[in-house]
């Protein structure tokens, strides 16, 4: 069975600040895919970013940046120069090429201070 | 525009009554999910849908049951036999029943038993 493990429960930033998640990562299937969703205070989840396991290249869109190292099944995101509107639950899940569900981290509670 | 709703954004209800829970989306798409969140837990899938007529158990189903009667709705009723429901409760929703494709999510409901 598969199992994500986001170990930080909260990050308290100051606005400016760079953050680091970390996601970490079980699956013994060599084909599977990586997700990110941020969850702000409404409630709603919004898809961030997705990557296959064949696909080790890092990702950068604007200020946010992600890190995946199958060597120590991490698929870590970076916000750089946080902003109030990044305070959010961020969640990192796992899916399987073969089947639907997806496993998510326990997730990550952001709060970036003006 | 295209979306998936769910509707009512609050709902309180007596221990021991049924309750119904709404997801709607017009994005054509053919697999929708039912997921439950629990405060610093992440999301665990309660049924899925890959098709209209058809629906499986996902991990928590005990106490809960749906229905695919149309594309476009999958309602969740959280019966009296579910022992803890005050939870939020999220649908998701993606074109087909594969790991490789993200799911899109509502707004969610948050059920409050009293």
């Known amino acids: 069975a598969q199992k994500v493990t986001q170990a930080q429960t909260e990050i308290s930033v100051v606005e400016k600040e760079d953050v680091t998640l970390d996601c970490v990562y079980e699956?013994?299937?060599?084909?599977?895919?990586l997700f990110w969703y941020k969850q702000p205070p409404s409630g709603e989840l919004v898809f961030l970013i997705r990557?296959?396991?064949?696909?080790?290249q890092n990702e950068i869109s604007g200020r946010y940046s992600w890190n995946f190292q199958k060597s120590t099944s991490s698929f870590n995101f970076t916000i750089t120069a946080s902003q109030v509107v990044d305070s959010a639950v961020y969640f990192c899940?796992?899916?399987?090429?073969?089947?639907?569900?997806?496993?998510f981290g326990a997730g990550t509670t952001v709060t970036v201070r003006a | 525009d295209g979306g998936i709703t769910q509707s009512p954004k609050y709902l309180f209800r007596k221990e021991g009554q049924n309750v119904t829970l709404s997801c709607e989306q017009n994005?054509?798409?053919?697999?929708m999910y039912w997921y439950r969140q629990d405060p610093g837990q992440g999301l665990r899938l309660i049924y899925y849908?890959?098709?209209?007529?058809?629906?499986q158990k996902g991990d928590i189903a005990e106490g809960y049951s749906v229905s695919r009667e149309k594309k476009e709705s999958f309602p969740l009723t959280v019966t009296s036999a579910q022992k803890n429901p005050t939870a939020f409760y999220l649908c998701?929703?993606?074109?087909?029943?594969?790991?490789?494709?993200?799911?899109?999510f509502g707004p969610g409901t948050r059920l409050t038993v009293l």
């Open positions: 990557r296959n396991s064949f696909d080790e």
């Open positions: 994005l054509n798409h053919d697999a």
């Open positions: 849908s890959q098709i209209v007529n058809d629906f």
């Open positions: 899940a796992l899916s399987l090429s073969n089947d639907y569900k997806l496993s």
């Open positions: 699956t013994r299937d060599t084909t599977y895919y």
């Open positions: 998701a929703s993606n074109y087909r029943l594969a790991g490789y494709n993200e799911q899109f």
